[in-house]
Structure formats: structure tokens, C-alpha cells
T-cell receptor
Framework: QQKVQQSPESLIVPEGGMASLNCTSS?????YFWWYRQHSGKSPKMLM?????GEKEEGRFTVHLNKASLHTSLHIRDSQPSDSALYLC??????????FGDGTVLTVKP | GGIITQTPKFLIGQEGQKLTLKCQQN?????MYWYRQDSGKGLRLIYY???????QKGDLSEGYDASREKKSSFSLTVTSAQKNEMAVFLC???????????FGSGTRLLVI
């Protein structure tokens, strides 16, 4: 049973557009969420993490978290072709061990 | 800055063969992890270790062994490679609980 569900599986947005990615955990013990980005043929790199209810913004990237529903979302504004990648959501309970979702493949069309 | 190095980068094995993948980090991180990633998919945890000589099974540990003889290194053994198996094995390390992971560049495995 997949404990971290991501949607959509794939997403195409035009250059300059907004990309919105979703992630939900089914593990009530989760207290941290992470977003990683993985370009093709490369290793995942951490983008943002969030553990408090609400919103966190870093440049073009905004992450939201609703702890009651264990739902997080990543929003990328002014999307660039270089943002095209696999976006992985991960959740960690107090053990610190990350469980990853299957990811969303984002394609930004010039 | 530190680095996490995986060797080899590519590994071609034969069905039934025992194969070992190695990972070294110089961050002085306590916790190390082995994940498997099938093409275009998410990461599944095979083994992790919170300190030297500690081993904890992940969701995908069957068919694998691991070893953490030193704090800086963590190796993974595929005990009997399965024909047509193709995946990327990613090693990661972290300071510990609620710290982000740093990943190695991966070992790409193909079994013929």
C-alpha cells in the first residue's frame, strides 16, 4: 500500500505558466514533508521542506501544508524549461525515515 | 562541502550472480540509506543504518543484504540477481531525524 500518493502523474505547462503538484500521506505519524527534484539521469536534490501548517515561499516555489489532511502541494510560478523534471514528494514520521511517492513528471513547453 | 560517492556507476551482472554496490560519504553523517528506483518511478527503501554496525530493513529488503562497517561507508549486496532486472540504486546520507538527504549519483544495474 502506497503511503505517499502524488498527483498528477504527469503535467505539461507552458513556459511562464503555473505548475501545481499535489501529495498526500496516509501515515498519521508523519510530521515532515519534503519536495525533491530529479532531472533526467541525475540524483534527487532537495527543493523545500515543510512541517508547519500554512505556506512557505522560496523564490518561484511555494509549498503549502495542511497537517489535518496530511496534504502538501508545490506550486511553481513562471515555470521555465529548466524546471522540467521528476518531482518527488517524501514524508517522514518521527523516525526520520523518508517514504517517497512515485513522483510527478513536469514538462515545461517553450 | 562534502561528497557522497557510489561505485560502480554502471554494473552489468548475470542471472544468479551476487553483486555488491558501494557508497562512501565524507559529511560525517550518522544515517545512511539505500533506495531502489525503477525507471521514472519513486524511490523504495531497501536498507538503512543509523550508525556504524547498525542495519534496519526497509520495505524492499528481500533479496538484498547490507553492511555498515564504518560510519563513512555503506554497502549493498544483491544476493541473487534476477534476469532482466534494471534499476538505479541510490545511496543517501543525512545527519539524522528530520534532516534532508544528500544522494549519490547512483549505480545503474542491468542483469542479463
Amino acid at each position: 500500500q502506497q503511503k505517499v500518493q502524488q498527483s498528477p502523474e504527469s503535467l505539461i505547462v507552458p513556459e511562464g505558466g503555473m505548475a501545481s503538484l499535489n501529495c498526500t500521506s496516509s501515515d498519521r505519524n508523519v510530521d515532515y514533508f519534503w519536495w525533491y527534484r530529479q532531472h533526467s539521469g541525475k540524483s534527487p536534490k532537495m527543493l523545500m521542506s515543510i512541517f508547519s501548517n500554512g505556506e512557505k515561499e522560496e523564490g518561484r516555489f511555494t509549498v503549502h501544508l495542511n497537517k489535518a489532511s496530511l496534504h502538501t502541494s508545490l506550486h511553481i510560478r513562471d515555470s521555465q524549461p529548466s524546471d522540467s523534471a521528476l518531482y518527488l514528494c517524501a514524508a517522514s514520521p518521527n523516525t526520520g525515515k523518508l517514504t517517497f511517492g512515485d513522483g510527478t513528471v513536469l514538462t515545461v513547453k517553450p | 562541502g562534502g561528497i557522497i560517492t557510489q561505485t560502480p556507476k554502471f554494473l552489468i551482472g548475470q542471472e544468479g550472480q551476487k553483486l555488491t554496490l558501494k557508497c562512501q560519504q565524507n559529511f560525517n553523517h550518522d544515517t545512511m540509506y539505500w533506495y531502489r528506483q525503477d525507471s521514472g518511478k519513486g524511490l523504495r527503501l531497501i536498507y538503512y543504518s543509523i550508525t556504524e554496525n547498525d542495519l534496519q530493513k526497509g520495505d524492499l529488503s528481500e533479496g538484498y543484504d547490507a553492511s555498515r562497517e564504518k560510519k563513512s561507508s555503506f554497502s549493498l549486496t544483491v544476493t541473487s540477481a534476477q534476469k532482466n532486472e534494471m534499476a538505479v540504486f541510490l545511496c543517501a546520507s543525512s545527519r539524522g531525524r528530520n534532516s534532508d538527504y544528500t544522494f549519490g549519483s547512483g549505480t545503474r544495474l542491468l542483469v542479463i
